[in-house]
């Protein structure tokens, strides 16, 4: 077991860990770097738009380490090149874009180095939550945190203030507020409980107080049926047995007319949304308003995340030292944070984030305080811990969702966090990990 991802992983298998001699002996390369004098060549996967743009910005101020971009299809797909690439030993880039939920399966893999000694200074320039899923709750370092997605709600402004209503504070204030506008029009929804985005629903968990993985000593722990799921989901299947909210999946063509017709009428999405509505909304542009998330304790506002990813250094790489220097550089450097917003489009995860996005999006061009709000948001994130399974949880929440939402019973939403328990469980047992409780 190679000592960056002991203790907190010690317990995995030989098979779940896909090491090999020639991945472990990538460790080794670490001691000789190639000093900062000579030349350097680094290899950067990445899916976000435009990255090879951004990356011009730090070639043409450090001659002597160049990084070429990749360009990957999705978070997925490239996830499972990469772990080919380790199993076979070689294949693997320099640096790699990784999905925050997705961190646990290739540390468990060996695929990611622990830059810790690098990068480590860079913790007071990120939210707690984002640097949480880049440490695993431990001391070790896996990346530097790149863009995030807390959540926000984003409403019809114009069906609120024909209904006298006011941007819910809290989630009683959604629900009472979602029966008014359905009663009022009842073809018009607030919101949908879409069972096809696992991710959403566990932002949701995760602004209720959830984290569904964690690690105990050299054990995971799996805590999807805890109190406070179990909470979310009781709310939403209420809501969808009443009536007052829609039980259709999202991103459909169904899905985008309602948006655009008026007859779904808010959206609990994330800071990225406006990209969204303006493609399947465009009608509806300048009636839209963004707020805060509606809370469960307006006395102590909270929120989750839904997306974002990391950079980090893969375990291959024979320049680690250049390698870190450069993400570092990438997420923390205000020129860098321009270039990521600017021109790959996405949100830094960075607290100045705001320092950069001085205009708003422009489906909110007229919504001044639009980025106040999310980076608000960002701090407001609670930590969530991930696990090395998340495609087994994810699966089984689309198919026991998916059968709870058809049948619009409250009772459905609940019993199906249990179902979805036991089968993350299982399969980690037969994995090769040990899971207390």
Request: glycine share 8%; hydrophobic share 40%.
């Amino acid at each position: 077991m190679s000592k960056k991802i002991a203790p907190v992983l010690a317990s995995l298998t030989a098979a779940a860990l896909f090491m090999t001699t020639a991945c472990s002996s990538s460790d080794d390369s670490s001691d000789s770097s190639t000093p900062s004098t000579e030349k350097v060549a680094l290899t950067y996967w990445s899916w976000a738009p435009n990255m090879d743009k951004v990356v011009e910005g730090w070639n043409s101020t450090h001659p002597n380490i160049q990084v070429t971009v990749n360009k990957q299809d999705g978070g997925d797909p490239a996830v499972t090149k990469l772990l080919t690439a380790i199993k076979a030993g070689s294949g693997a880039p320099d640096v790699m874009q990784a999905e925050y939920q997705k961190i646990p399966t290739l540390v468990s893999a060996d695929a990611l180095a622990d830059i810790s000694k690098e990068a480590g200074s860079l913790k007071d320039k990120f939210p707690a939550a984002a640097w949480n899923s880049v440490t695993l709750g431990g001391d070790a370092l896996y990346g530097v945190p790149q863009d995030s997605g807390p959540l926000m709600f984003f409403y019809r402004s114009d069906v609120f203030e024909s209904n006298g209503l006011q941007a819910p504070k809290t989630w009683d204030d959604y629900a009472a507020a979602a029966e008014k506008i359905h009663k009022a029009n009842p073809k018009q929804y607030l919101g949908t409980f879409s069972a096809s985005d696992a991710g959403l629903f566990v932002g949701l968990a995760q602004q209720a107080g959830a984290s569904w993985w964690g690690v105990n000593g050299d054990s995971w722990t799996v805590n999807i049926n805890d109190a406070a799921t179990q909470k979310v989901a009781g709310y939403w299947g209420g809501l969808v047995e009443k009536g007052t909210v829609d039980n259709k999946p999202m991103y459909t063509p169904e899905w985008n007319a309602a948006l655009n017709d008026g007859t779904q009428v808010g959206w609990v999405s994330a800071v990225w949304a406006p990209g969204v509505l303006e493609g399947s909304a465009k009608d509806t542009k300048g009636k839209w308003k963004a707020a805060p998330m509606p809370q469960w304790d307006a006395a102590a506002p909270a929120t989750g995340n839904w997306g974002g990813s990391a950079t980090s250094v893969t375990a291959q790489s024979k320049h680690p030292k250049e390698a870190a220097e450069f993400i570092a550089w990438l997420n923390s450097d205000p020129a860098a944070l321009k270039l990521l917003a600017g021109t790959a489009n996405v949100y830094p995860a960075a607290n100045d984030a705001t320092s950069v996005l001085t205009t708003p999006p422009a489906f909110f061009s007229d919504q001044s305080d639009f980025y106040s709000i999310a980076a608000e948001a960002g701090k407001q994130t609670k930590p969530f811990t991930y696990g090395p399974n998340v495609n087994v949880a994810y699966s089984s929440f689309n198919d026991t969702f998916g059968k709870a939402a058809e049948s619009k019973k409250a009772s459905a939403f609940t019993e199906s966090l249990a179902t979805i328990q036991k089968a993350t469980v299982d399969d980690m047992k037969n994995n090769g990990f040990t899971v207390a409780g």
